[in-house]
């Protein structure tokens, strides 16, 4: 299951990114599904954009199609707190976000992306298979009664632990099929064509709206199944949506572009750290030229990478970069690495400062499947007189506000931006992300204010005691919370995307996009902390708690100011980080064009 690793010639004996049987082949070494050098005219770009785009419309589906009304169905079917069931959702987010490292690792080192997808695939497709089993057999879920409260009977340790199982396999194929799927479509676009690399900026924002497309039926449609005619019928939708999904996904393969895999990008790391290490009583020559690089001519060492340009920082491992006597021309890697190899190190290094401040975000945005559907399901869900809300379909507002707001951004903004900055993008990928960070700030001071007035309005009515009755004050009090996330979103994650992808050298692209998959980790894991410890705080002496299961003697908002307060400081660190960082730059040998066929005379 691995795509072949030689190197390819065309029939004029050029490399990939000349000619091959009188087309123009792609100038940064992809192969199509035959391992030979793809063609620009038949593979890649817009024309696989559109199984990949209707990929993540019906993967997507599925997947909030569990996740969305999850902390609903841990409390009204396994009969759990408010407080336990926002913490088991928040680590199954977070573990759905842990996994894509794992499939990165296995597709940059081993596999490709492409047969790590059809795996991982599978594996998506047989969670969504046992968790429909757990929701529709009655044996595989606790007794339901009447009040749905804590007198009911809970899921036994049987029924929990297949219902956890079902999760978790769900969380490893679905979290490696996401990462790897999107570094996969990415790798379509050309980036040493100048116009595909135009493209590329477009098709992170486009294909970041087709998830949410996926979000916004699951967040309408399921919910409504989910709550009004079976959970078992609900998740069984979600089943076949995978599974049309990854229908998509492989009627695309004749058209893909792939990288073959670098080898185990540990190895290399390991091979800097040792061979620097071996050298550490050596001074860092102060000139570039001094260290060791293959010839200019020859591609780099690592397979399927282009060279990247040395830089000043760390200083320490450019030593294994340092040529002594007794090295030959074929080094030792653990003892002799390139600046290449040197390079990739640094920017792994580099990115780790922006994948910690980056997480907060997803701290914010994780709210909304949590405890914003608490916050509303208290409230007034009428919308007319014959039809109520789900709480879970809340979460429409925000998707609106993305689906909305995306083709605003990609079509007015950028253009309008682009102008003033004169980068293509309108603004960079860190500047993005600056900015959805700056604007989750205001989503959480919005929703501290609005539960402000919630609590009143019980107070006033007299039902502080009474958390079954709906607050009399609509819903839509929400909106505006939700509309912030959305858009914030938009900045936020398609930022951190495009950053993790396009600064990750060429043979780990996958790892870097695990990466904007850990931000996301880390952030949910630190939101589950949080839950943890506020709760356990704010119980003591009996007091009911911030997050209490009576919602109007609890105080929801007091958590949202702390997460305000903790979102502004990391702000002010992420700026201080961004401004540290420094942009990747690659390289690779010029190939000479083909020679111009010979006038002949009349």
């Not at 091959?20 to 593979?43: I, L």
């Not at 977070?94 to 080192?109: E, K, N, Q, S």
Request: aromatic share 14%.
């Amino acid at each position: 299951m691995r795509l072949p690793c030689t190197h390819f010639k065309g029939k004029e004996g050029l490399d990939a990114g000349s000619w091959q049987n009188g087309e123009a082949t792609t100038k940064d070494g992809t192969v199509d599904f035959r391992g030979r050098p793809a063609r620009s005219a038949t593979t890649g770009a817009w024309k696989t954009f559109w199984f990949n785009y209707s990929q993540q419309v019906f993967t997507n589906l599925a997947w909030y199609g569990i996740a969305a009304n999850l902390v609903t169905y841990f409390t009204s079917v396994m009969h759990q707190s408010n407080s336990v069931a926002s913490t088991n959702v928040t680590n199954w987010l977070g573990v759905g976000y842990i996994t894509p490292l794992i499939g990165a690792f296995v597709a940059d080192a081993y596999w490709g992306r492409y047969w790590t997808c059809f795996v991982s695939g599978v594996i998506y497709i047989i969670g969504m298979v046992l968790i429909t089993l757990s929701a529709a057999m009655s044996s595989l879920r606790p007794a339901q009664c009447p009040t749905e409260d804590v007198l009911c009977d809970h899921a036994s340790v049987g029924q929990g632990v297949f219902l956890f199982f079902a999760l978790y396999v769900i969380d490893f194929g679905a979290g490696i099929f996401q990462v790897v799927v999107t570094s996969l479509a990415a790798d379509q676009f050309d980036e040493e064509d100048a116009k595909e690399k135009v493209q590329k900026t477009s098709f992170f924002t486009w294909y970041y709206q087709s998830s949410n497309i996926g979000g916004l039926l699951a967040g309408t449609f399921f919910v409504y199944i989910q709550e009004n005619v079976s959970w078992g019928v609900g998740f069984g939708a979600a089943l076949i949506s995978v599974g049309v999904g990854f229908l998509c996904f492989l009627a695309g393969t004749p058209f893909y572009r792939h990288h073959p895999p670098g080898g185990n990008p540990l190895g290399r790391i390991g091979q800097v750290i040792v061979a620097s290490t071996r050298k550490w009583r050596l001074n860092t020559p102060p000139l570039t030229s001094e260290l060791y690089e293959v010839p200019e001519e020859m591609e780099s060492v690592i397979q399927g990478s282009r060279k990247i340009r040395h830089t000043s920082e760390f200083r320490f491992l450019d030593k294994a970069a340092v040529k002594m006597d007794g090295d030959k021309s074929t080094a030792n890697p653990w003892r002799l690495c390139t600046i290449t190899q040197v390079e990739e190190v640094k920017i792994l290094v580099r990115m780790v400062p922006i994948v910690i401040t980056s997480a907060m975000f997803s701290t914010v945005y994780n709210q909304m499947s949590t405890l914003f559907i608490i916050q509303g399901s208290s409230m007034n869900l009428q919308m007319g007189s014959h039809f109520q809300i789900p709480p879970a379909s809340l979460t429409v507002f925000e998707l609106l506000s993305v689906i909305t707001f995306v083709p605003v951004y990609d079509i007015i903004v950028v253009r309008f931006v682009s102008r003033l900055t004169k980068n293509p993008r309108g603004i960079s990928e860190l500047q993005r992300i600056g900015i959805g960070l700056f604007m989750s700030i205001f989503a959480m001071i919005v929703a501290a204010l609005v539960e402000i007035e919630r609590l009143k309005v019980a107070k006033r009515h007299d039902l502080l005691d009474n958390p079954e009755v709906p607050v009399p004050l609509s819903v839509f009090w929400l909106v505006p919370q939700y509309f912030i996330i959305g858009a914030a979103e938009v900045f936020a994650y398609v930022g951190i995307f495009e950053f993790f992808y396009g600064q990750s050298p060429d043979a780990i692209r996958g790892l870097g996009m695990g990466f904007a998959y850990l931000t996301i980790a880390l952030g949910s894991f630190l939101g589950s902390g949080l839950l943890s410890i506020v709760t356990r705080v704010t119980t003591r002496n009996g007091d009911p708690g911030w997050i209490a299961d009576n919602i109007n003697r609890g105080h929801i908002d007091y958590f949202f100011w702390l997460l305000a307060i903790m979102s502004a400081v990391n702000f002010v660190l992420f700026l201080i980080c961004a401004r540290w960082y420094k942009t990747v730059q690659t390289w690779r040998p010029r190939i000479p064009s083909p020679p111009a066929a010979p006038e002949v005379p009349l």
